[in-house]
Nanobody, 122 residues
Framework: QVQLVESEGDLVQAGGSLRLSCAAA????????VGWFRQAPGKEREFVAA????????YYAESVKGRFTISRDNAKNTVYPQMNSAKPEDTAVYYC???????????????WGQGTQVTVSS
């Protein structure tokens, strides 16, 4: 079992930045790819970004490409999703997820965090 713990979300001004974290307990996160997903009220959960276990491969949704980044520090057992140039439409509950293989879809990920609320004010 991999237990994922996300950092607390926050209220961010439009145009601002926020760095989240996703830490693992129970197993070394370095063995897993980590995906980042979000779900806005009344909407389906959607893919945001993902990073391979080594950090060499990253995927980004078109809606966040150029604004969000994802990185990892395997020595600290933590992945860092970074939100830049935030927009009100980025408001959602954000989830991290882990799986041995990197993927674009939520069904590809076995382990999930509890989610954290991020609100972007205009």
């Amino acid at each position: 079992q991999v237990q994922l713990v996300e950092s607390e979300g926050d209220l961010v001004q439009a145009g601002g930045s926020l760095r989240l974290s996703c830490a693992a307990a129970g197993r070394r996160l370095s063995a897993y790819a980590v995906g980042w997903f979000r779900q806005a009220p009344g909407k389906e959960r959607e893919f945001v970004a993902a990073i391979s276990w080594s950090g060499e491969i990253t995927y980004y949704a078109e809606s966040v490409k150029g604004r969000f980044t994802i990185s990892r520090d395997n020595a600290k057992n933590t992945v860092y999703p970074q939100m830049n140039s935030a927009k009100p439409e980025d408001t959602a509950v954000y989830y991290c997820a882990a799986d041995p293989s990197i993927g674009w879809f939520d069904v590809e990920y076995e382990y999930w965090g509890q989610g954290t609320q991020v609100t972007v004010s205009s």
